[in-house]
């Protein structure tokens, strides 16, 4: 079971990076237009320790929640890993469909 949720994670976190990357590229263009002025893709209550107008950060963070959980399995940090993971698909998705 840890295996596969490991490798779920995994492939997961792959498939942000992947979106980030192309998602940053998006923001870079857009902030030299002065059309993304933003602070912070994500709010201060939504769960991420990073604050950050890229996506990169949060990408960090999560990769660095999951060498966390590897080393102890703690539930806890499961779920929050989860939910970040969640928020992130959601955003990058919403983004995508936005800037295509």
Known sequence: MTATVNQQLLDNISIILKKSLAAD???????????AGF??????????????????????EVA??????????????????VKKIEQLFTVLGSFEQSYK
């Not at 399995?73 to 499961?78: A, P, R, V």
């Open 39 to 60: 602070e912070a893709i994500f709010k201060k209550d939504a769960g991420f320790n990073s604050t950050a107008n890229t996506f990169q950060p949060y990408v960090e």
């Open 25 to 35: 590229a998006t923001l870079a263009d857009l902030r030299e237009k002065k059309m």
């Open 64 to 81: 660095d929640d999951l060498l966390k959980w590897q080393q102890t399995q703690d539930q806890h940090l499961l779920i929050s890993l």
